[in-house]
């Protein structure tokens, strides 16, 4: 008892539990903390953000307003560098440019599962490379527009492997039956030139067009 009496009370405030860091959101709507890359939502692209950085998470706020939430990524043991690359943050720029889907040095990391790293390289043993590429970010963007990335993987992963994979045409049409037109007005476009950053100089040839997906 007497131990308790002589007990002051807590502090009022505690000293924050996370390290603050100033970063640009890079025009392939990256930024990089504490050598890992993420990627954000493209409407960020050219946005100052101030990241929140905590043992498990990190936040970005624009001004006071909080703009994205993140899980913590740590670089495996014996590696420097790691990524957390979503498809969903990027999906509707690169469904304008899909052809820089094939150089991009990200290309394996904005595929979500073994499901679609075993579809895209069947898609593209079996489709023209140009019709390879519109193909598989068709399917990428449906699949988040419809939020059914694990049903749509399936059923196109068996179609490549019995050789009858449906057109982009056919796949668009199946999944506008099922709930109305995809929302193309939601989210700005931004300046897709960054997606140029993330291709090896020299992989591309001058006369190679980005055509735009019309979903």
Not at 1 to 17: I, N, V
Not at 65 to 73: G, I, Q
């Amino acid at each position: 008892m007497e131990e308790q009496e002589a007990l002051q009370a807590l502090p009022g405030s505690c000293l924050p539990d996370y390290q603050i860091f100033s970063l640009k959101v890079t025009r392939s709507a990256t930024i990089e903390v504490r050598r890992v890359l993420y990627t954000v939502p493209s409407r960020l692209v050219g946005e100052n953000l101030q990241i929140r950085l905590y043992h498990d998470k990190l936040e970005g706020y624009v001004g006071q307003s909080l703009a994205l939430s993140l899980p913590r990524v740590y670089p495996k043991p014996g590696e420097s560098r790691a990524r957390r690359i979503d498809y969903r943050h990027v999906i509707r720029a690169l469904a304008a440019k899909p052809q820089a889907f094939r150089y991009s040095q990200l290309r394996d990391d904005l595929l979500p599962n073994d499901t679609y790293k075993q579809l895209w390289k069947l898609v593209d043993e079996l489709l023209p490379k140009r019709e390879s590429c519109k193909w598989i970010v068709t399917a990428l963007r449906l699949a988040y527009e419809y939020d059914s990335e694990t049903e749509l993987g399936e059923q196109l992963l068996e179609a490549a492997l019995q050789g009858n994979l449906p057109n982009i045409k056919d796949l668009q049409e199946q999944f506008l039956r099922r709930g109305g037109a995809i929302d193309h007005t939601s989210t700005p476009q931004h300046d897709l030139s960054g997606y140029d950053d993330l291709l090896p100089l020299g992989k591309v040839p001058q006369q190679l067009a980005y055509p735009e997906v019309s979903l």
